[in-house]
C-alpha cells in the first residue's frame, strides 16, 4: 500500500480500530487498472507528417488521431456556418442540457451545406485516407451535423449481428472497406470533447457485448479531440462519445474503397433513408467530388442506379452485415 495512504489513513482516521480495518481493506483489495495504460493503442499522425506503415497500423489499432488537419481560421468558419445551420449556439447549451430545448441533428448536412464541402476535401485527410484504404478514397456520405447531442452508449456504426453460414466470410470482405471520420468544433476557450473506444474491438466481429461498457470501464481509452483534429475509425470499433458537458458542434464523414460492397451500402442508405433527410448527393457536388477523384463510379451512373434499386426492391431488407447506425 502506498505511503502517503498510510500517512492519509494515521492522519484522518482517528480510532485504531477503524484504522486497522481500513488499512486491511485496502490490502485485500486489488486497484483496477486501465490495462492500456503503458500500450499503444491508436495511431498519432501530426499534418503533412510522412506516412509510413499507416495502412497496416490503421489495420491493426482501428483509429488515428491526425493533429492540426484544419486550421483554425477554418474552424471558426465551420463552427459559424454549424451554428447557422442548426440554429442554436453556445448560450442554448443550458436550456438543451435542462431539456428545455432540443439538441440539433441533420443527416446529410454537409452535403447539402456548400459552405462544409471543404471538409470533404481536406487534402491532408484525403491524403491520409488514401494511405489507410490502399487506393484513392471515395466519399460515401451518409454525413451527420450535430449540435448538443448527448452522447450514444457504447456501440458500432454496424448492425450487430450473430453468427451464421456464410456471414464470417462477409463481414470480413467488407471490414475495411469504409472509415469514419469525426470532428468536434469547439468554441474558443471551451475544452476539447473526448472520443472513447474499445481498443481492437473492430477485429472482433462478433463480440456484442458493446452496450454493457460504461464510461469508467476499465477496458475503454479516451483521446481528446481539439478542434482542428480529426479522429478516422474503423466503422467495427466499439465506440462512444463523451457525455455532454459544454456547447458541442460534431460533424462526421464517411469515406470508402470502390467497390460494389461500398456502392449498395450509399444506394441503401439512398433508398432506406428517413423521409425527409436526403442522402443523396447533390448534383453539383457530384462534379466537385468527379474533379477531385472523389466520387465513385456507381454514383450518378443510371444503370447502376437502376441496378442497385431493383435489387433493393426484391430483397426488400437492410444491409444486414453493414446496416450503418448514422
Known sequence: MNHKVKQFIKVFVPSRILRSTLTQRLKRTKLKSNPWTYEQTFLTLSSGEALS?????FRKYGILKLKNAIPASDVEDFLRLIK?????????YELVRRHRKRGFSMVGGVTQTEGLWPLILNPEIVRVLHKILGEPPKYLGRDTVGVNLDAYSFHRDVQEQPRDAGYTELRAEAQFDVVKTIFYFQSPGRMSYRFGFKPYSHLDLFNTATRTLSRRSKDVVWIDVAPEDCIVFNPFLVHAGEKLRGPKYMVILSYCRDTEF???VYYRSVYGCVVGQSRKIAPRLKVVLSDKNLLMRAVGDVESERYFKEKLARENRPLSYASYNK
Open 53 to 57: 506503415n499507416v495502412h497496416e497500423q
Open 262 to 264: 461500398s456502392s449498395e
Open 84 to 92: 447557422s445551420l442548426s440554429g442554436l449556439d453556445d448560450d442554448d
